[in-house]
T-cell receptor, first 108, second 116 residues
């Protein structure tokens, strides 16, 4: 069965501090992993995907198949990073399955 | 492009009433997804369509829920009869499918349903 686990409902950090949003997954094959973000009063949107190996808005995420994790990281948080973040998994021939989400709050 | 359009944005109804949520996907997109968002369960996939055909409806909670996609530019999610536990934000999303799902979904603003 496919499952995405985001253990933290809320993560509060100060501006300039490092951020790590945790994501673990369960899937028997080779999944594709994604991070989606929902800023206040905006639509849920794609932030990044593991196959692109890109950095978006300073965020990176590395797929660790051994630990079945796809944690989202940023070295220095900004106030505009405050949002709800969802980790998502797509298996072969399936639609996206999302975790329960983590609210990131960055304060000055 | 206005993106994915959902209506109504807010719906308040009484238990037992029929609720119909509507979605217009982005023009040219041929995959459409319905998700439900609650505090307890997060974002749950209810059903998705490729080229107007339902592919996976295993997430539909029970027979009270039904979804249709009569053409490429319109889909409905119906709840009949509605119950208080159906209160949630319902999201529609669309994407371009070309033999496999891309994982890049474009979401609507959601329909917030409250069943009293």
């Amino acid at each position: 069965a496919q499952r995405v686990t985001q253990p933290e409902k809320l993560l509060s950090v100060f501006k300039g501090a490092p951020v790590e949003l945790k994501c673990n997954y369960s899937y028997s094959g080779s999944p594709e992993l994604f991070w989606y973000v929902q800023y206040s009063r905006q639509r849920l949107q794609l932030l990044l995907r593991h196959i692109s190996r890109e950095s978006i808005k300073g965020f990176t995420a590395d797929l660790n198949k051994g630990e079945t994790s796809f944690h989202l990281k940023k070295p220095f948080a900004q106030e505009e990073d405050s949002a709800m973040y969802y980790c998502a998994l797509m298996g072969t021939g399936t639609a996206l399955i999302f975790g329960k989400g983590t609210t990131l709050s960055v304060s000055s | 492009d206005a993106g994915v359009i959902q209506s109504p944005r807010h719906e308040v109804t009484e238990m037992g009433q029929e609720v119909t949520l509507r979605c217009k996907p982005i023009s040219g997109h041929n995959s459409l997804f319905w998700y439900r968002q609650t505090m307890m369960r997060g974002l749950e996939l209810l059903i998705y369509f490729n080229n107007n055909v339902p592919i996976d409806d295993s997430g539909m909670p029970e027979d009270r829920f039904s979804a249709k996609m009569p053409n490429a530019s319109f889909s409905t999610l119906k709840i009949q009869p509605s119950e208080p536990r159906d209160s949630a934000v319902y999201f529609c999303a669309s994407s371009l499918y070309s033999g496999r799902n891309t994982g890049e979904l474009f979401f609507g603003e959601g329909s917030r349903l409250t069943v009293l």
